[in-house]
């Protein structure tokens, strides 16, 4: 592929609009965390699933193989303080919710009460690819915020498809 080529591919790749989510998770010791995920996508209808991509090198995949449940919050367009909050990263033991209005799951895992929305579920399947790991999630349930109706949804878009 020449330079040129590579550049239009990058900014078709980053006018390719997703969702930001909150993406809750479970480590083996009972803590728990949440990461900014701006890759996610309605997978199928029947049973409703949606893909997740993380990057490589995170111990959320860690997570993951031991408790496949997760929880996604889905961020308004105007909820920058969830991009700032989240958008630094955790480490695995820091507290990633606090000074957050957070309600349990389900699943138990904690959503966003401010987010439009919540989707939770488990985790199917796991693709590798090159530099993120595409996550197949089944989904189990999900819940409206009171928000839901009123605001648009963040949606992502990038200059270039190469970074985020």
């Known amino acids: 592929m020449t330079e040129s080529q590579r550049n239009e591919l990058g900014a078709v790749l980053g006018r390719t609009p997703s969702g930001l989510f909150i993406l809750t998770?479970?480590?083996p010791d009972g803590s728990q965390t949440g990461m900014l995920a701006s890759w996610v996508q309605q997978a199928a209808f029947d049973p409703p699933a949606v893909t997740v991509a993380i990057k490589k090198g995170r111990y959320l995949?860690?997570?993951?193989s031991y408790c496949p449940a997760v929880a996604l919050s889905l961020v308004g367009e105007t909820q920058k303080k969830?991009?700032?909050?989240?958008?630094?990263?955790?480490?695995?033991?820091?507290?990633?919710?606090?000074?957050?209005?957070?309600?349990k799951a389900e699943n138990g895992l904690p959503v966003l009460a401010d987010a439009l929305g919540w989707l939770e579920g488990?985790?199917?399947?796991?693709?590798?690819?090159?530099d993120h790991v595409v996550y197949l999630?089944?989904?189990?349930?999900?819940?409206?915020?009171?928000?839901?109706?009123a605001e648009k949804p963040w949606v992502h878009i990038r200059k270039n498809g190469f970074n985020y």
Do not use: I, Y
């Not at 995949?61 to 993951?64: D, K, R, V």
């Not at 999630?137 to 109706?149: F, S």
């Open 82 to 103: 969830f991009l700032g909050h989240f958008g630094r990263g955790f480490e695995p033991h820091e507290p990633a919710f606090e000074g957050l209005d957070v309600r």
């Open 122 to 130: 488990n985790v199917a399947e796991r693709l590798e690819t090159g």
């Open 61 to 64: 995949h860690e997570w993951l």
């Open 25 to 27: 998770a479970k480590g």
């Open 137 to 149: 999630v089944n989904l189990t349930g999900g819940g409206c915020g009171p928000q839901l109706e």
